[in-house]
């Protein structure tokens, strides 16, 4: 059970809330609407989010900082990738410069996309989240599902049904027993304004919250990564990869050209035997990367960046 004390958090510091989603699920539109600037959706952010982005702004008198973060469904990089890179680049940004702390997490979800919601990738991504935070941190957590305008109204009552028992039993059960808020963004930026107000009035609250990652952090004396959850909830993704892409190389082996077809003169021949040693390449490398980036998860780096994860929520 994570530890709380009855200091008051301070309104005078900046409130620093991280955007997180599925690529497309609004996140540049939402951070455009809150803050007044407008933000260029694919340069940096959705849909094609490389790195992260933050933007700050002032509301009811205090400064929001809004990240927004690399969807974890992007096929080119795994999450050990965009961990490292997210805190690269807060580190960059001197964001834990004066030891500021995270005060929560808005995920959007496209109404559209809830059939999705139980397929693997968000399965993993929550379970992700989950071994970072820890249940006593759900409460400042706020999913609020995006692009209500492309639902018929007569459909909306229905949806909200189906909202509410995937709530309860579905891949958001955990946050909903725990006390995150659910609710709708339609688009606009009163919306936007409600949904970061209820980040903030649960930051002001006067319980402290330790995320599941700080506490193992303060009992890890191992030093290794994979001692913690998040740790090994990461190496199990890099096996279960490793173990999908030597599958799919043993598949394109067998499917291998006939050899005499590399010393004809047949273009079609020519050209399946160059798809075939692109594709055979390609495997290769993902397989070498993957690899080597299970290697780092106990050495020196890996403690590093979970440390850094660790102070982030104070």
């Known amino acids: 059970m994570a530890a ?16 997180a989603g599925m690529t497309g699920a609004g996140k540049t539109t939402f951070a455009s ?4 600037h407008p933000l260029e959706i694919g340069h940096g952010l959705d849909p094609c989010t490389q790195d992260p982005q933050a933007v700050r702004f002032v509301m009811d008198g205090r400064q929001i900082i809004l990240i927004d973060t690399p969807g974890f469904d992007d096929t080119n990089r795994n999450d050990v990738e965009i961990l490292e890179d997210i805190a690269k680049w807060m580190t960059k940004e001197g964001l834990l410069r004066d030891q500021q702390p995270l005060d929560g997490f808005i995920f959007l979800h496209p109404i ?11 399965k993993k991504r929550t379970r ?4 970072i935070l820890g249940k006593d941190a759900y409460k400042r957590v706020v999913i609020a599902t995006t692009m209500w305008g492309s639902i018929a109204k007569e459909y909306h009552g229905l949806i909200e049904e189906s909202l509410g028992f995937r709530k309860d039993q579905g891949v958001w059960g955990d946050f909903h027993r725990g006390g995150a808020i659910f609710t709708q963004h339609h688009n606009t930026k009163e919306s936007a304004d409600t949904i970061i107000r209820l980040i903030m009035e649960r930051s002001n ?10 506490n193992e952090l303060a009992g890890n004396r191992s030093g290794r990564f994979t001692d913690t959850s998040v740790g090994q909830e990461l190496r199990t993704h890099l096996e279960d990869e490793i173990g999908t892409i030597m599958d799919q190389l043993l598949k394109h082996r067998l499917e291998r050209p ?3 077809w590399r010393k004809t003169w047949e273009p079609e021949h020519r050209r399946k035997c160059k798809e075939w040693d692109e594709e055979a390449q390609h495997l290769t490398r993902r397989l070498e990367q993957r690899e080597a980036q299970l290697k780092i998860l106990n050495n020196s780096f890996g403690f590093r960046l979970l440390q850094f994860w660790g102070k982030l929520w104070r």
């Open 4 to 19: 709380h004390t009855s200091a008051r958090r301070s309104p005078s510091r900046p409130l620093m809330v991280v955007i």
């Open 33 to 36: 609407l809150a803050s007044g």
């Open 112 to 122: 559209h996309e809830l059939g999705r919601l139980d397929s693997g990738m968000e």
């Open 128 to 131: 992700l989240i989950q071994k």
């Open 205 to 214: 609250e006067a319980e402290k919250v330790e995320t599941l990652l700080q």
């Open 258 to 260: 006939p050899e005499s």
